[in-house]
């Protein structure tokens, strides 16, 4: 089986490189009158070393930041202060179904012992998030599990390099003269950290739904 994090040589980085063309375009540091305009081969030279010096920066500072911020900060860049999908599963299946292809009765039925010993809201998380990932060794090298928890961990990674981005934009911005900071990068960066946010709730959502589909499935076949 391939990599899980294989997204960081591929998707992740042009996510990275397409984020930073997009700045340096919308900072009006690259654009087409450059290459058209006469007497501006010095300014064109100019402005490419720019471009790759702010480029090359960003691009490895994100990717080593990806590399050394830790699961729980990730997290709390993606989920703010609230809990993770897994650690509510429970909780939010037994107030409304929560995926099409299974049903609300045969999933309350299914799981009725985790119910039985819910514990006191204090530690509750903490259990739903266990008796899930209980659930989750078992199938993890299913295909439709491991596609989602990949499609899961890169976008909650390229919500983390935007806002990573974001940091890096102002302070390089702010203290080199390479490319200067402005308020269409800022608004485009956002734009971009709730896109891959809501992706990210999204994907998450459907792996952990995802183990529930195929615990259950093999259940029904055993039976």
Request: with cysteine.
């Amino acid at each position: 089986m391939n990599d899980i994090k294989d997204y960081r040589g591929n998707e992740l980085k042009y996510f990275v490189i397409a984020n930073i063309l997009a700045l340096l375009y919308l900072g009006k540091v690259i654009n087409l009158q450059l290459v058209t305009s006469e007497g501006t081969y010095s300014n064109l030279i100019v402005t490419a070393i720019n471009s790759a010096l702010f480029s090359s920066i960003v691009y490895i500072l994100v990717l080593i930041s990806d590399a050394l911020v830790s699961t729980r900060i990730k997290n709390a860049v993606v989920y703010w202060f609230f809990p993770l999908p897994g650690q509510v599963v429970f909780s939010n299946w037994k107030r409304k179904c929560q995926d099409e292809r299974i049903s609300q009765k045969d999933f309350l039925k299914c799981y009725k012992n985790v119910y039985e010993n819910m514990p006191s809201k204090k530690t509750i998380h903490q259990y739903e998030n266990v008796e899930w990932y209980k659930l989750y060794t078992k199938y993890e090298k299913e295909d439709k599990v491991y596609s989602s928890h990949r499609d899961y961990l890169m976008f909650r990674d390229m919500t983390v390099s935007t806002i990573t981005m974001l940091i890096l934009y102002i302070v390089i911005g702010s203290t080199i003269d390479v490319v200067p900071v402005c308020k269409n990068g800022i608004i485009y960066l956002l734009i971009m950290y709730v896109i891959v946010n809501i992706a990210t709730h999204s994907r998450g959502k459907r792996f952990v739904n995802n183990v529930f589909a195929c615990d259950i499935y093999n259940k029904d076949k055993s039976e």
